[in-house]
């Protein structure tokens, strides 16, 4: 099973384009706040299960995998996030870190429902 750390490292390096390209352990460490040996190591893990391919001393890149992971992960973000604004009226300036509390505790069954419910209600 995949840690919550390590679906925020997945996402941070599909933000910095590791779909297209490799994404340097630097730019990890600027990004996430973190050193380079802790950087290393959750590296070394998202490798082992194969979400990413790395590059030694150039960086990391997401596999076919790693990408259909992170997009799923995207898309449920996507749909909490339009349930909370549409449902819930939760302010779009604090929508994002209230999603981020919760998306990683709730199954894709949940996340589902909450995209048919969404698809038959009109707003």
Do not use: C, W
């Not at 997401?62 to 990408?67: A, D, E, I, R, S």
């Not at 929508?95 to 209600?121: A, C, G, P």
Request: proline residues 2%; without cysteine.
């Amino acid at each position: 099973m995949i840690t919550d750390a390590q679906k925020k490292y997945l996402k941070i390096i599909f933000q910095l384009g590791g779909d297209i390209e490799l994404v340097s352990n630097k730019m990890l460490s600027k990004k996430l706040g973190a050193a380079p040996p802790s950087i290393s190591q959750m590296l070394d893990r998202l490798t082992e299960a194969g979400f990413v391919k790395s590059e030694h001393y150039r960086g990391v890149m997401l596999t076919k995998k790693g990408l259909t992971y992170t997009i799923e992960m995207t898309n449920n973000h996507e749909i909490i996030k339009a349930f909370f604004i549409k449902v819930l009226n939760i302010n779009s300036s604090e929508v994002n870190q209230e999603v981020d509390l919760i998306e990683n505790h709730v199954s894709d069954k949940f996340v589902q429902r909450l995209s048919e419910y969404l698809r038959t209600k009109q707003f």
